[in-house]
């Protein structure tokens, strides 16, 4: 059975940072990121990487926002810094590989004063 299970959301203050993880059991993924849907919104990416290393960000959080992976405890995580009000959304860890993609349940981020 395959499972992505995140943790490390939360209520921050605007200029604040949160740490997401993400474990993920029952595959081994080629790619791992996250993604977030806001309320009226859809779902749109955040962040990915590739297990060689190579990472994919949105526009809009590069620079404030770092992913990182271990591919030996299969896990994959997302540092967000300089967090604004328009980052507040639930994020999704997301996993791929050849037979298709898997999601996590999502972890809610607040980002207000």
């Known amino acids: 059975q395959v499972q992505l299970v995140e943790s490390g959301g939360g209520l921050v203050q605007p200029g604040g940072s949160l740490r997401l993880s993400c474990a993920a059991s029952?595959?081994?993924?080629?790619?791992m990121g996250w993604y977030r849907q806001a309320p009226g919104n859809e779902r749109e990416l955040v962040a990915t990487?590739?297990?060689?290393?190579?990472?994919n960000y949105a526009d809009s959080v590069k620079g404030r926002f770092t992913i990182s992976r271990d591919n030996a405890k299969n896990t994959v995580h997302l540092r967000m810094n300089s967090l604004k009000a328009e980052d507040t959304a639930v994020y999704y860890c997301?996993?791929?590989?050849?037979?298709?993609?898997?999601w996590g349940q999502g972890t809610q981020v607040t980002v207000s004063s």
């Open positions: 997301y996993g791929s590989t050849w037979s298709g993609g898997y």
């Open positions: 029952g595959r081994i993924f080629d790619v």
């Open positions: 990487m590739a297990d060689g290393g190579d990472t």
